[in-house]
């Protein structure tokens, strides 16, 4: 039996033409798949056609997507995290290090209190030693970073001394020292961004595993409140910053889309609005959270999220949002 091929967007069109019965959530899934399939997204166009027939193949007496009965307590848990719990957060370490979205340093949970600023130099060695991964730190490395006007035994020297001050600081076992290498100690050192990194790791070894990878997707949310060393513009902090934040938004981006494709939209949701109190300008995270509202019948929430998306990119980066972004807001107007 032969037939003619078609393009997904007349496939599309055909579905819509005997979809008018349809309740409002099946619409706007079409709406969704339409928008997903003329992006050139075809595995996100399938994942809403999966979701569709789900969404056909139920009693029609039920609302899906809202039933009451989320399948799991992820939402619930999603929900509950906080910025606040990461300053509440007790560590059975000695010495707490925050860098993600502010810088503090604690001594049996007490902040460190600094009468003077001679203690930024000792403070800027912790910075670099995290920096570079807080692991066997090279020496010269460090004095080529913090006193690139100091040569030979010079530099050294000013180095050893200002480790000695940064050990009387947080405890003098709090760094290691070996063949002209430093070691934060993991031991007696909790720092967050290892922490943050330690559930990023979590997240991709379980995301076959729902309820694993979600809790671990809470904690890191709890962590990452904000960009590493905030404010401080030199190349060794730079580098770092961006790749703990490359890497976090990547892995939420990854989880999110596992969860869309299960039809998981309300914990898609929680997922996308917690990352986007974090990081505002992401328009990936914008586009998907307009995509959920869409798929659950919310149009008009999808519609309040393109204009926050509006909103902040004019404001912040003097921007309008992408074709991609705006063909979707475009989509919902003309069918809403």
């Known amino acids: 039996m032969s037939h003619s091929p078609y393009t997904a967007e007349q496939g599309i069109s055909r579905f819509e033409a005997v979809s008018t019965d ?3 959530a099946i619409h706007s899934r079409l709406v969704l ?9 075809v595995q996100a166009g399938l994942a809403y056609i999966k979701g569709l027939i789900g969404k056909m193949s139920r009693n029609p007496s039920d609302e899906w997507g809202n039933n009451g009965d989320h399948g799991d307590d992820n939402v619930v848990s999603m929900h509950n995290v906080k910025p606040a719990q990461l300053g509440t957060k007790t560590s059975s370490l000695p010495v707490t290090i925050y860098t993600l979205g502010r810088f503090a340093v604690l001594k049996q949970g007490k902040p460190l209190q600094f009468r003077t600023k001679a203690q930024k130099k000792p403070l800027d060695l912790l910075k670099v030693i995290i920096s570079l991964g807080g692991r066997s730190v090279s020496k010269l490395h460090i004095a080529e970073l913090l006193w690139p006007d100091s040569e030979g035994d010079a530099s050294i020297s000013v180095v050893n001394t200002t480790l000695s001050r940064l050990r009387k600081l947080i405890g003098k ?15 007696l050192c909790q720092v967050d961004c290892w922490d943050l990194e330690k559930s990023l790791n979590a997240i991709k070894t379980n995301d076959h595993d729902k309820k694993d990878a979600s809790e671990f ?17 030199d190349g060794w902090s730079v580098s770092r910053r961006e790749r703990i934040r490359s890497r976090f938004l990547h892995t939420m981006a990854h989880h999110g889309q596992l969860l869309m494709a299960e039809g998981d939209c309300e914990c898609a949701i929680t997922l996308y609005t917690k990352v ?3 990081d505002d300008l992401n328009e990936e995270f914008y586009i998907n959270l307009m995509r959920c509202q869409i798929s659950l019948g919310r149009v008009a929430e999808a519609m309040q999220v393109y204009q926050r998306c509006k909103q902040t990119l004019n404001e912040t980066l003097g921007i309008d949002p992408s074709r991609e972004v705006t063909a979707l807001y475009q989509i919902m107007t003309e069918n809403n």
């Not at 076992?173 to 031991?187: K, Q, V």
């Not at 997707?217 to 513009?233: K, N, T």
């Open 173 to 187: 076992e709090a760094i290691l020292t070996e063949s002209g290498r430093f070691t934060l100690n993991p031991e």
């Open 33 to 41: 798949i339409l928008s997903a399939l003329e992006s050139g997204d």
């Open 22 to 24: 349809l309740d409002q």
């Open 276 to 278: 986007l109190e974090i």
């Open 217 to 233: 997707v809470r904690q890191a949310l709890v962590y990452y409140q904000g960009s590493f060393l905030a404010g401080e513009d």
